[in-house]
């Protein structure tokens, strides 16, 4: 017993000896460890987080950057602050550490983001281009559209025309859909469905732009047309607030050629007594147009547009907050008279660190903008307003002696005086928008994340119509429209990521989204006001005969799962597979639900070529993936009713129904299927990088309208129904080439090309058809349509006669069916078919096939400069602008073209006719390859001014549009006329019908930065 009391003491003895000596030890091993924490400019970070790694134990730098810990040597720090990338330190035998935390802005330099998550650069599978803030800061853009012209390969931007405010077309490798939507999607800070026209530029921190379904098919059916991923700014460290301003003045670059009034009179009376008729201006007529010039309508509705934009912001940090906030006011004159747009934006967006493991965010954007007379909302059935002035009699002054205006013409267009037409014209567009957004991010542990979007983004489009040139009568129209559109957006975002013996990474992604819009429209006309000059607010003194009230209302849903997964072998093999389970309510219920997979992969050969002089990174990329398309009218598979209202006896309208649309219960997806190849290589010691791609899209089911046979009530063709029934195909190539020539302490130069090339095709149309006839009539009277679609041909065919000069009086001329002679000598000359009838085909196609951009930013001591270039190649300019001003049929029946004073006669017999012709020939088929230098801005930034302590100043001017190498000979091959009730823009590209010109503008700011 007492033997067994001894040994159990020793044993409780040996044991105290060894905890006490383990105590001691590890007592021994803890350190004290101090350090600086500061950021990249190397001003000290206060109230930064340092804690030991698996730990509670931590501490908090002071005013100055510092802090003291005590650890152990082989535990690890993290050091972390909002608005900055984190970073973890071994401790090992130090004791003094000093750290340096990176802004979060450097860190979105090195990652791209995909949908759902980012990805380092380097870990890029799909085909995925990035522009951050720094390509255009340079650059005074108001517009997103503009900072994305040029600078990502596969994304053609097209300025439509110069209207301030007017529409900017963009299209991510060429174009898929016939009947559908071709605009990208736009995501917002993880919201979908943004508008590029209503953010402010200055609020952009980057742009990613998706092109290959393996990237896009992420958004499933609402990634056909490509995706644009917009990051906008928040704010880091010390509060810093920017001011940037500059005003513009714009004109017209150049003036389309016409006769004088003095050789119009002259090829007036020619023009009438070949004619048969008589001339109609006497000698001493023309003699005074020779001696006053007439009148120039072309000068008389342009001006000098004067323009300011001011942004002002404010981004920092305090503690656990980061804000950013900003303003944007932009006031823009037109260059045509009684043009013009401005806009109001304000934007907060606020991150809240509330947790180590739990952050929120608030983003919240707002605006009020108005359009003073819209191009779109003008009757253009007979051309636009430019259209009208290039065309109106020059020998008749805008006033009458009286000082009234002159609203006809006997010669010449048939429209009322332009300037009467813009003067006092007034249509209002006003746009309020608001949207809100809610990111949350909680780690529920180290490597499983979830994230939450909730956003909202509701709109309203007031349109207020007071039009003077209507008909006959002069009597005004008015009209009013209210259009809301409301969205919201539930997306839940799972994320697991681990890594695996050093070389296996692997991260998952799901997400389970539901979004929701509504669509509310209403209004009323009330035309043939009996009093003039009266204005919109007095449309109830309009008959109730012109009294009409409309309405409409549609509802969408989209709920969506998708699943990603991403796999990285040793740095160098990687791999992501994404399925995308979509169902859109505009499709019924057993068409409703579509599958949407994708697979890209990519390998690194960085180690192969360590050791090369030339090499500095080489990757190879392959993806296949296929994405939707749901871009029709909510109640497009069902069989709608319109409404109409007719005035049987001239007092009281009586309202009826007809058959708007026959529905289609079987319609489903437009589905594109793309496969990628690409190759990435840098060169130069990482100064030089070239990504090169290519790729074939084909898009399937596209929906388009059938004819319904006549017996099942297609009414002669007057009904038609929605099938998935054809197909497009685009092929071509993506080249992005960058390199930093000069990299000093005083002297930076760095340059980007952007090319892409793509060759768009369709290839299956309905019912076997060769050829659909497109929806674009021309003006003028003579009711031909400009274009057609055509099997085994790129969309934006042009339809037409082929012009082949005058007949000559030694011609033999062809007879018709009754014996008599189709034209005679002076008259334009056509091919013709086989039964000596004007043959009607394609004589043209508006769709460009290369556009690139060469972006260059010089910084030379306090001195910048930007040069930016574009060009678009490959596509034609039908110019009916032109038609109409060599006139001669339809409502321009006189010739001002200054070629008719070179026309044919019976002694010189030349290529001009001297009669009527026709518009829709190719005699007006123009090529449209351009080159522009599109900016160069030189700036010059005041630094360390002495009674200004943390101010800088930069003074800047530049032009916008400065010259335009081009063959065209209108105003600008970019420009062409839009008419949203004549059919998909991109089945009738590129024709002009008086666009507003594309201005030069020359600007003048100032950046102030405290």
Known sequence: MKNSFFKYSKKCLLLGIFLSLTGFYQGAAQKTVTGTVSDETGVPIPGANVVVKGTTKGAVTDFDGNFSITALAEEVLVISYIGHVSKTIAIGNQTSIS??????????????????????????????????????????VTRVEEALQGRAAGVTVAKANGQPGGAIKVRIRGVNSITGNNQPLVVVDGVLGGDLSTINPDDIAAMDILKDASATAIYGVRGSNGVIIITTKKGSGKGKINVNYFTSFSSSPNSVPRLGA?????????????????????????????????????????????????????????????????????????IVINTGYNQLSIRSNVEAQVKDNFKIGLNVYGSRSENKNNTDRFGNGQGSFIYKALTWDPTTPVYNAAGEYNIRSSVASLNDNPVRTLNETRIRDIEERLNATINTTYNITDNFTYSLVLGTQISSLNVERYAVEIGDDQLPHTSFNNNKNTSYQMSNIFTWQKEFGGIHDIKLTGVQEYSNSKFQGNGWNANDLSLQGRGFYFAE????????????????????????????????????????????????????????????LAYSLNDLIENSNSLSSLKLRAGWGQVGNQNIGP???????????????????????????????????????????????????????????????????????????????????ANTILK??????????????????????????????????????????????????????????????????????????FNGATFLGTWKSTDDIPLNSEGIPIAKPGEAKYVLDENNEVQFGAIGNGTPKLTWGFNNTI?????????????????????????????????????????????????????????????????????????????????????????????????????????????????????SSRRSTEGNEDVAPGINVGAYPNPRTYTLGAKIRF
């Open 99 to 140: 750290v340096t935390l990176q802004s979060d802005v450097q860190q979105l330099d090195d990652v791209v983001v995909i949908g759902y998550g980012t990805v380092k650069k380097s870990d890029v599978t799909g085909s995925v281009s990035r522009i951050d803030s720094k390509s255009f800061e340079d650059q005074p």
């Open 635 to 717: 109640y497009s598979t069902f069989t709608t009713l319109g409404f109409n209202s007719y005035a049987a006896n001239g007092t009281a309208a009586t309202t009826g129904t007809f058959i708007n649309s026959i529905g289609n219960p079987f319609a489903t997806w437009e589905t594109t299927s793309q496969l990628n190849v690409g190759i990435d290589l840098g060169f130069a010691n990482g100064k030089g990088n070239i990504s090169i791609d290519g790729y074939k899209k084909v898009t399937e089911d596209l929906l388009l309208n059938a004819t319904i046979p006549d017996y099942d009530g297609g009414e002669l063709g």
């Open 724 to 797: 998935n029934v054809g197909e497009v195909e685009n092929k071509g190539i993506d080249l992005t080439v960058g390199y930093d020539f000069i990299t000093t302490e005083n002297t930076n130069w760095s340059s980007n090309f952007s090319l892409s090339y793509v060759e768009n095709k369709v290839t299956q149309l309905n019912d076997g058809l060769t050829t659909i006839i497109g929806q674009f009539q021309a003006p003028g009277g003579q009711g031909n349509i400009l274009n057609f679609i055509e099997l085994n041909q790129p969309l934006g065919q």
């Open 262 to 334: 003095e050789d119009f009179a002259i090829i007036e009376n020619l023009r009438r007594t070949n004619s048969g008729g008589a001339a109609i201006y006497t000698e001493s007529q023309i003699a005074a147009f020779a001696a006053n010039g007439g009148t120039d309508y072309e000068q008389e509705i342009l001006r000098t547009g004067i323009s300011k934009n001011l942004a002002i912001s404010a981004n920092g940090s305090e503690g656990n907050i980061r804000y950013y906030f900003s303003g944007n006011y932009r006031d823009e004159e037109g």
């Open 859 to 975: 910084s030379i001591k306090n001195w910048d400069f930007n040069i930016f270039l574009q060009g678009v190649h490959g596509f034609d300019i039908y110019n009916i602008q032109q038609a109409a001003i060599t006139g001669g049929a339809g409502d321009s029946r006189s010739f001002l073209s200054p070629d008719q004073v070179n026309q044919w006669t019976p002694t010189n017999e030349t290529d001009i006719p001297a009669f009527a012709h026709l518009y829709e020939s190719s005699r007006y088929v123009e090529k449209g390859d351009f080159i522009r230098l599109s900016n160069l801005t030189i700036g010059y930034t005041l630094k360390d001014i002495k009674t200004l302590n943390d101010v800088s100043i930069k003074l800047y001017a530049g032009g916008q549009n400065l010259f335009l190498i081009t063959d065209y000979s209108g105003y600008d091959p970019e420009s």
């Open 541 to 600: 003194l309009a008959p109730n005969s012109g009294q009409t009230v409309n309405n409409e209302f549609n509802e969408r849903e989209l709920s969506s799962f998708m699943l990603r997964a991403e796999y990285i072998l040793d740095n160098n093999l990687f791999l992501t597979a994404t399925g995308r389970y979509d169902a859109s309510s505009v499709f019924r219920e057993k068409e409703r639900w579509g599958f949407f997979p994708s697979v890209a």
